[in-house]
């Protein structure tokens, strides 16, 4: 289910193409069929995927195979599926740390992203990037951003660039809850609004940022009401419920492509580990973590297809178990992948070749004899 705020009517605003003003109230969102099987099947599929994709990650920085730090999307995979189901092969997406399952979402494979994570030559960002730092230009995933909201102004130039050249793509651009507590959050939530971009920002609310909870750090904590400031339609939605977050992703994508509108939507993700796989999560007690476990997307999207005759449990165990050699098989891709040569260090700080660009390193002298 998905709790909706309208935007506040506008006074003659812009839309695209500069002709008309934009109407006073939105158009309803489309109506969707009823599922079909297969397609349910499908974001299961996906959303398991995800799960063992991110366990295995886990339990390769345990081992030292992956540096730095490692946030995972355990328990945010009805979210993530959902989300990307919403887009267009064509539509941009910008996303936070917290990035792997959507790059998998994304179209990524399993394999070049797992590569990443180990930092080899192989890997999404040529293994420079890491866990933090996935970017595709093919799938459009415009990168994963380890500064809490360093992606949303990005995104929101993007949503310009849109506009600017008259495109029908949407930009999407995934944020945690912390992040709607910075000045880029408003600063870009304002501009959007006043420039009429083709943007849907989404809050992933995990309950906690870092170890703090929303309500003891936010004097609103329906975080999605924050819209209203900048007269822009916003809704929350359970991130646990793969079609209820499709089908909200799929409303603010609609307002966001046909009328060039912003959107705000949150979803409500709790994540089922820490922080960060260091993170123990001792600040939540023993029934939070119980009620998280009974919350568990996953499960309970098994146990409905169960029930409602659509996946057996025997069909469950084959697709774990075919998922699972997938993961095993990218873990075997990354092991065996070299690592980047410290000669390409460079190669990747400009797109294009950029006059005087410096490529020495900080012991090289500055001039050679």
């Known amino acids: 289910m998905a ?65 730095g730090y490692c946030h995972l999307n355990l328990g945010e995979e009805a979210t993530v599926v959902g989300l990307l189901a919403a887009l267009r092969p064509t539509d941009y997406l910008f996303a936070n740390y917290r990035e792997h399952g ?29 866990s933090m730092h996935l970017f595709d230009t093919e799938t459009r995933l415009l990168g994963g951003y380890g500064i809490v909201g360093g992606q949303l102004p990005l995104a929101t130039g993007a949503a310009l660039a849109v506009s600017y050249k008259g495109g029908d ?32 920002f989404v809050v992933i609310n995990n309950g906690l940022g870092m170890g703090t ?20 339609e916003s809704a929350r939605v359970d991130g646990t419920d793969v079609v209820a977050v499709r089908d909200a992703a799929r409303a603010a994508v609609e307002r966001a492509r046909s009328e060039s509108k912003p959107y705000l939507l949150e979803t409500l993700s709790p994540r089922l580990k820490g922080h960060s796989v260091v993170d123990p999560a001792r600040y939540r007690s023993k029934e939070e973590k119980d009620a998280l476990k009974a919350a568990d997307p996953l499960a309970k999207m098994a146990l409905d297809l169960e029930e409602a005759g659509i996946l057996s449990h025997e069909e469950r165990e084959r697709l774990d178990e075919e998922v ?28 294009t070749p950029v006059p005087g660009d410096l490529r020495r390193f900080p012991a090289d002298p500055v001039f050679r004899s």
């Open 3 to 67: 709790e909706t705020v309208k935007a506040a009517p506008a006074r003659g605003r812009r839309t695209r193409g500069g002709k008309g003003a934009e109407p006073e109230a939105a158009a309803a969102p489309p109506k969707v069929p009823a599922e079909d099987a297969e397609t349910l099947v499908g974001y299961y599929r996906q959303m398991l995927l995800i799960r063992r994709f991110e366990e295995r990650a886990a339990r390769a920085y345990t081992e030292a195979k992956i540096g």
């Open 324 to 351: 699972t050699a997938e993961v095993d098989a990218a873990a075997k891709f990354a092991d065996e992948s070299p690592e980047p040569e410290v000669s390409t260090l460079f190669d990747y700080t400009y797109a």
């Open 213 to 232: 909870s929303v309500e003891k750090s936010s004097a609103e904590p329906e975080l999605y009401k924050r819209g209203a400031a900048y007269r822009m």
């Open 102 to 130: 959507y790059a998998i979402a994304k179209g990524i494979g399993a394999d070049r992203v797992m590569a990443e994570l180990y930092g080899r030559s192989t890997g999404v960002s040529k293994g420079w990037g890491g």
């Open 169 to 200: 793509e949407v930009v999407m651009c995934q944020m945690g809850d912390g992040t709607a507590a910075i000045g880029a959050f408003h600063e870009s939530l304002n501009i959007a609004g006043l420039w009429d971009l083709p943007i849907v």
